[in-house]
């Protein structure tokens, strides 16, 4: 999970090349005269984080929804990488 306050789904991109999964989050808040918000600080900010990501990760099925300010990604395994149990005949 990660915190993306003043964030939407449009304004945080994430990309997988060779094996490192890049987040990054451009917030936009709501700017109005004469009130200062919450994510002002935050705006026209770029936040970027990198990770390595192991081998059993499948790049291709990595989901990441946004709500309320929290990106939550899920890292599926491979289906090779998931232990597998063999009957005994």
Known sequence: MANV???SRDDVTIQVDDGV????A???SPRTAGHRT????LADSIAERRFSLP???DAEH?????????????LPKRAAAN????PVS
Do not use: Q, S
């Open 55 to 57: 081998d059993v990760i």
């Open 5 to 7: 306050p003043g964030c």
């Open 83 to 86: 232990p597998r149990r063999i």
């Open 38 to 41: 919450l994510h002002e600080g």
């Open 21 to 24: 999964l890049t987040l990054r």
């Open 26 to 28: 451009t917030p936009r």
């Open 62 to 74: 990595i989901t990441a929804p946004v709500r309320d300010g929290i990106l939550r990604l899920t």
